[in-house]
């Protein structure tokens, strides 16, 4: 497989929204699907977020759909200095991100990086890692790398 990420197979497609549960419900009415558990982003000396190279206590609020091959993630972010509270403050509801499943996380990062995309949030989750790639001058939605330990 070539291309920058060694995939092009997307696994997420992130949504910011203001008022999950209720997000959440329209969702799983549309779909006929139950509604998801909303969980908090780990505490701050877990997740170790960093959003634009400084740490950031901020925490958003989950809940994930699973899609056959694709899993739908709404995000409710807190107050505190990140992607999700900056792109929500500035373009409102929305598409966040695409992600994509992928090894070598400090490699993948160098390699955008080396193409002009810089490395806006990184953090920890329980079982792995992800960090948001401001992609979105090109392809007009942010990329986000997920590593699974």
Do not use: C
Not at 67 to 80: F, K, V
Request: net charge negative; aromatic share 8%.
């Amino acid at each position: 497989m070539s291309g920058l990420l060694g995939t092009n197979v997307i696994t997420q497609i992130g949504i910011l929204v203001h008022d999950i549960d209720k997000t959440s419900r329209v969702y799983a009415d549309f779909f006929g699907m139950d509604v998801p558990p909303a969980i908090l982003t780990d505490a701050p000396e877990i997740a170790r977020t960093e959003f634009e190279g400084a740490p950031s206590p901020a925490r958003a609020r989950l809940a994930f759909f699973d899609m056959g091959s694709l899993q739908m993630e709404l995000i409710e972010p807190d107050e505190h200095p990140s992607t999700w509270r900056n792109d929500l403050n500035e373009h409102g509801e929305g598409v966040h991100h695409i992600a994509f499943q992928i090894a070598g996380m400090a490699e993948k990062i160098s390699v955008l990086e080396g193409k002009g995309y810089a490395l806006q949030q990184k953090g920890e989750y329980t079982g792995g890692r992800y960090a948001y790639m401001d992609t979105a001058p090109d392809l007009k939605v942010l990329v986000e790398l997920l590593e699974n330990d």
